[in-house]
């Protein structure tokens, strides 16, 4: 039997072919010499290197090669592009180490669709547990006003809206995600339930009746949250089912702002604060923003990146900004 080590070689077909080295980020060679058809792709290349490693399925593999200018940052090598010309590889390589590949493992993978259905979960399963059992957490009997049922809808609301987008509306470029994310969006999600439904429910955070604001504010948590449904439909329907394609968003709040769909959502919590007139939900919602912004900034800059106007490429409105119309 062939043993699979370091002088592994590959002649995938006969003809013209690009000669490839694969080595590990420590500079051990892996596959010392694959002869790749002209014009494979990345996944060609993924699929050869699974069938080579078992242990390296085609989800655990990051792929990368060496700037062709000055730039020190490697070249990550995205599903669906050709090869060649990526990088510093080239088809007309006579020598398999002057077209070296770097290869990652990115270590035991989930499928973002189930992390996304488990970290919503938890939220929409504990949160009720201080609302509807109280006692249990508090040691003694507690009324329950009309505030803290608002916030018991508003919050199973949310969280049901993110399990129906899961399952209907996202259509996700990534088939997979590190393992470890599933522990740490849980471990975000799941502690924010507790942390504000001990607080809303328990600590006689909230007013202790409804007023005409409170319902306004309940009003404009309801608009913000179809806003965030809205923006994540038409992002849904930017990209073909079973594509990686990728263009401008237009329309609705997306012609003032890259991530409307984040403005949304921080609006969203913000209303759901102001109207149970709970700290613990502004820190929450305060946390979320952060994060949602640096999200947001990333997003703003690939658009501008990738839509250049260069080489009948779309060009990015310069006048949108981030997250905040005419502001950020």
Request: charged share 15%; hydrophobic share 40%.
């Amino acid at each position: 039997r062939r043993r699979r080590n370091s002088q592994t070689h590959s002649h995938f077909t006969q003809g013209t072919t690009m000669k490839l080295q694969v080595i590990a980020p420590s500079g051990a060679v892996l596959i010392s010499q694959l002869d790749m058809p002209t014009g494979s792709t990345v996944d060609d290349l993924k699929r050869t290197v699974a069938n080579q490693f078992t242990k390296f399925p085609v989800e655990r593999q990051r792929l990368t090669v060496a700037a062709s200018n000055q730039s020190t940052t490697p070249v990550v090598l995205k599903d669906g592009v050709c090869l060649a010309g990526q990088g510093t590889l080239r088809e007309d390589a006579q020598r398999a180490e002057d077209n070296q590949v770097t290869l990652k493992d990115l270590g035991p993978q989930i499928g973002y669709r189930t992390v996304f259905l488990v970290e919503y979960a938890g939220p929409l399963l504990l949160y009720p547990l201080f609302s509807t059992l109280p006692a249990l957490f508090a040691g003694r009997a507690l009324s329950y006003d009309a505030v803290q049922m608002l916030a018991l809808y508003c919050w199973s609301g949310h969280f049901l809206k993110r399990l129906y987008e899961t399952v209907f509306v996202h259509r996700f470029s990534n088939a997979t995600m590190p393992l470890f994310n599933l522990y740490k969006n849980c471990s975000y999600y799941w502690s924010a339930a507790v942390f504000v439904g001990f607080f809303v429910n328990l600590q006689n955070d909230p007013p202790s009746t409804a007023t005409t604001g409170t319902y306004l504010w309940l009003v404009a948590f309801v608009l913000c949250e179809l806003g965030n449904l809205k923006c994540h439909l038409i992002l849904s329907n930017l990209r073909p089912p079973g594509t990686r394609v990728r263009a401008i968003p237009r329309g609705f709040l997306f012609e003032l702002v890259s991530c409307p769909n984040y403005t949304c959502e921080i609006l969203a919590w913000l209303c759901f604060s102001l109207m149970t007139g709970s700290w613990s939900s502004l820190v929450f919602c305060l946390v979320g923003a952060v994060q949602m912004h640096a999200w947001a900034k990333g997003k703003h800059a690939r658009y501008l990146k990738e839509f250049n106007g260069s080489e009948g490429r779309d060009l990015y409105p310069s006048s949108r900004k981030v997250l905040i119309p005419f502001v950020l």
